[in-house]
T-cell receptor
């Protein structure tokens, strides 16, 4: 079974703290994504990566950074957490190949990390 | 700008009462339209991909259809276990590296 594992299901942090959200996939997928999900706004793309050490900004990258040192691991970093970053964070991976032929486009999601910033 | 709009926001049905969920989209060069199911507190789970107008796909009580402007997710004789939020997403553009844009979802509730 394919699996995307997010390190923490629930986190509570204080304003100004540095936050790390870790995501690991065991499917040897090239592509990994970080989304946040808020009521009424749907899933919004923060960052994505098509290869190790490569990253691309999504629609809402401000206040976030990412790291992909290994193919299976994609980390989301909040350098200085703020209350408006309270949200559900979802990691996903896929076989979408940059510049290559399209495939099903299926994203495999983790269970999510619910972050509360006080 | 690529956009996905889902309606209704919420839908309550009686068990066995068939209905449809709508996904309207605007995209430059559709590469794929996707449907996902999301249960509370969990990540979305893939259901279907549709690539071109006229295409249909089925899975148990669900059938997805696609036109040039919208997609429908038809639910036939639903059961309480079909209760979930259903998300629609599109991928446009001319590269398989194009972003996938999600709608806000339809929250479906089936009463026994």
């Amino acid at each position: 079974d394919v699996k995307v594992t997010q390190s923490s299901r629930y986190l509570v942090k204080r304003t100004g703290e540095k936050v790390f959200l870790e995501c690991v996939q065991d499917m040897d997928h090239e592509n990994m994504f970080w989304y946040r999900q808020d009521p009424g706004l749907g899933l919004r793309l923060i960052y994505f990566s098509y290869d190790v050490k490569m990253k691309e900004k999504g629609d809402i990258p401000e206040g976030y950074s990412v790291s992909r040192e290994k193919k299976e691991r994609f980390s989301l970093i909040l350098e200085s957490a703020s209350t408006n970053q309270t949200s559900m964070y979802l990691c996903a991976s896929s076989l979408l190949a940059s510049g290559g032929p399209s495939n099903t486009g299926e994203l495999f999601f983790g269970e999510g990390s619910r972050l509360t910033v006080l | 700008e690529d956009q996905v709009t889902q309606s209704p926001e919420a839908l309550r049905l009686q068990e066995g009462e068939s209905s449809s969920l709508n996904c309207s989209y605007t995209v430059s060069g559709l590469r794929g339209l996707f449907w996902y199911r999301q249960d509370p507190g969990k990540g979305p789970e893939f259901l279907f991909t549709l690539y071109s107008a006229g295409e249909e796909k089925e899975k148990e009580r669900l059938k997805a259809t696609l036109t040039k402007k919208e997609s429908f997710l038809h639910i036939t004789a639903p059961k309480p276990e079909d209760s979930a939020t259903y998300l629609c997403a599109v991928q446009g553009g001319y590269s398989s590296a194009s972003k996938i844009i999600f709608g806000s979802g339809t929250r479906l509730s089936i009463r026994p």
